[in-house]
């Protein structure tokens, strides 16, 4: 039976090769691997193949102006134009015109209801700080109200101890040195392995990584190289590790880091890659809308 492993990288777009495009300047293996040994830019050729896809999609939807992370993840994950019902592109957090879409049609509650609420599973973790300040704010992220919403368990600081959950840098450096000086990094390799192993009992993992965001507003090319071969890395294990009835996806929100010449969101297209038995499913996506059907059809057909 099919299981997908869903990487959601916020704020990758495939743009021009310029000095400006880390994914075009670094050397990336993994990443290449991923796109048939190819860089992640707009001159890529699209792969096509019954056990692998790599092509580009939009993330417009439609609408003027650059596309944000509150609309545009809200996209990805339900199947329904959030930039439209909302007017326009708005980020980071959904707005409120297009929570009860996030809340009621997410991928997570269009699965639950078919293959059950403990078949599914949001991987990160989040520090207890992370739900003492959205409790007093109520500004849930797309991928953490979509999740509670139906069901499914936010991850905490014990679950990285009990090595089933990651934390959103990956290696938990970030948590070490912001809120706990004894918590132990993990590898990527590490963070490869628990993503797969959680594949093992759920038939659908999501994992959202957001550095990739961060760098690209901060239009630091070295923070860009230490976020992406990290990222590299964990590609490099959850390749290695996955089983032959694993689907790896891999697909971004709106452009950001493959422009390092601007501090703002881009209008590129997104990368949207799918590896494994059964990847062909995704061949037929052209936008951020096609990928939660998408992934609801493969795992129910
Ligand atoms: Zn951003």
Redesign the pocket.
Known sequence: MTRILFLFI??VGLGPDSPENPLSTLDLPSFRALAGRQPWTSRSETIDRPDHVFRPIDATLGLEGLPQ?GTGQATLLTGENAARIHGRHF??YPPTTVRPTVQDKSVFAQLAPLIGTDRLAFANAYPERFFQHVEARGRWTVTTLAARSAGVRLRREADVRDGIAIPADLTGRTWQRLFDADAEPISEAEAARRLVALLDDHTFVLHEYYLT?KA??SQDPARAASVLESLDRLFAGVLEAAGPDDVLLITSDHG?IEDLGTKS?TRHPVPLVAWGAGADAFSSCRSLLDVTPTIVELLTR
Do not use: F, I, K, R
Request: aromatic letters at 0%.
């Open positions: 916020d704020g992370s980020g980071p965001d690209g507003h950001n969101h």
